[in-house]
């Protein structure tokens, strides 16, 4: 959970060297299961609480440690729910490998909310998206998952761990609240399969005294005599071991001597190709994101070791996840996310004005700034496949619809209404048929056509009218 280090109430000073872990189910000690021929790895994170920083960013890298902004550094999803901000993503896969999940900590800094009353008066719920495949995201969620959690002030940092013993993910994520008589962050977990509902909440890091926990990450590494590895941030970070989640931790240590306290979110991932972990660290003290530390045996922390070499890609990464990809997820992520086409739609007769869209209504527009709010992804229309529907670039998730015959771009739905609101079967331009023109799914006799300058939805008869529903669609 990325923050301010000078917020006194989010302490993270003084982790105990045996956090007490309540059991929150039986998990029978299991061999972790071989690691699958992995090739790249994707990387989920934030850049930061500037405008649009707090959505979701993707990276890619082929060998662990140099990474490449995916989308042209553009925001891959955005959530319209909640404080409209996420951050401290994590990516987690099914054992099936067939079902994937985002899960975010609702949270918007950048809108001008304190870290005081996020922590305290924020949202209890994470923000959830679903895909089979990685590249084709669901309408995203709420997980209510500190609802039932007495004075809880916010859901902060979740991270998911598959327990093959029990059968399910064990979800834990940072709480505010009150627990005999003290207000602090305390690490909370409860099992889920879907992401949709959990069990009861049960306090899983529990630090003694006053002081609180907000970020730590667990590994299935089974090396070094433990099968588990937990790195954690208190005044710097620490590592324990245990062999069972839900059992007894053992402290191993911590990187005070290498990193310093000025870090945090810690980020663990395993080497594609050899037995060697990188454990990212977040250097929030000093604004430059993301760092790896390196060790080929996560429980002898004397061997951890700082690497030069290593590249960021231009967007600041912070507090994220890396995901390890099969051959076949890395040829879906980059045909979708490396070279995105990016299209423009450009007005017949006024040539120095494109579509945009602004606070949320549509236009066409000379010298837009920002240029991606004319920037949209023509997709397969959401309610037919032979036709088109217009996905902002910047607010991606978000579609140009009709209502009441006026333009808007809205955050998709569920439902058919949206969905054949905002599909267009593209046709030759009325005005020049080497240019294009749009009629309505739903409303097929009207077509998108600009009028003072706004998008409407209108019929269409006279050279004017033909001339402005005409558009040339560029890349």
Request: hydrophobic share 40%; aromatic share 12%.
């Amino acid at each position: 959970m990325s923050s301010n280090p000078r917020s006194a109430r989010l302490s993270r000073r003084g982790l105990i060297a045996a956090a007490a872990a309540v059991p929150l189910a039986a998990a029978v000690p299991a061999p972790a299961s071989a690691q699958t021929a992995y090739t790249s790895y994707l990387m989920a994170h934030f850049i930061g609480e500037g405008s649009g920083g707090e959505q979701t960013y993707l990276a890619h890298s082929d060998n662990g440690l140099n990474w490449t902004d995916l989308n042209r550094g553009q925001i891959v999803l955005r959530t319209p729910l909640g404080t409209k901000g996420v951050r401290d993503h994590i990516i987690v896969r099914n054992p099936a490998g067939n079902r994937y999940w985002i899960v975010a900590t609702d949270l918007h800094i950048g809108s001008g909310t304190s870290w005081g009353d996020a922590a305290n008066s924020g949202s209890r719920s994470l923000v959830v998206w679903e895909s089979t495949d990685l590249v084709n995201w669901s309408i995203p969620w709420l997980l209510g998952v500190a609802n039932s959690i007495g004075d809880a002030g916010c859901a902060w940092a979740p991270e998911a761990i598959w327990d093959a013993a029990a059968g399910n993910f064990l979800l834990y994520w940072a709480t505010n609240s009150t627990l005999n008589g003290i207000k602090k962050h305390r690490i909370w977990a409860a099992r889920t399969s879907d992401f949709r509902s959990i069990s009861t909440p049960q306090v899983y890091v529990n630090p003694a005294g006053t002081e609180g926990i907000i970020d730590t990450q667990i590994i299935e590494a089974n090396t070094g005599g433990w099968r588990y590895y937990r790195a954690s941030k208190a005044t710097q970070i620490v590592i324990e071991g245990s062999n069972s989640l839900t059992g007894t931790w053992t402290r191993l240590g911590d990187l005070a001597n290498l990193t310093g306290s000025g870090v945090e979110g810690p980020m663990w991932a395993k080497f594609n190709d050899r037995n060697e972990w990188a454990l990212w660290l977040d250097q929030y003290a000093t604004g430059r994101g993301y760092m790896p530390v390196l060790t080929t045996n996560p429980a002898s922390v004397s061997g951890y070791r700082k690497v030069t070499g290593y590249g960021l890609g231009s967007n600041l990464k912070r507090h994220g996840f890396i995901l390890n990809l099969t051959a076949a997820e890395r040829s879906r992520v980059l045909a979708r996310y490396q070279s995105p086409v990016f299209n423009r739609l450009q007005s017949h007769n006024f040539q120095d004005r494109y579509v945009r869209h602004y606070n949320m209504d549509v236009r066409i527009e000379a010298g837009v700034s920002p240029g991606a709010d004319a920037q949209f992804r023509l997709v397969p229309g959401l309610a037919s496949s032979g036709a088109v529907s217009f996905e902002s670039v910047n607010f991606p998730g978000h579609f140009l619809r009709h209502v009441d015959y006026d333009f808007v771009l809205a955050p998709r739905e569920s439902g058919g209404t949206f969905n054949a609101d905002a599909t267009f079967n593209r046709v030759a331009g009325l005005a020049d048929s080497s240019w294009s023109s749009f009629t309505s799914y739903n409303f097929p006799t009207r077509y998108i056509r600009h009028y003072g300058y706004s998008l409407r939805l209108d019929p269409v008869s006279t050279a004017t009218e033909r001339s402005d529903a005409t558009f040339r669609v560029t890349t």
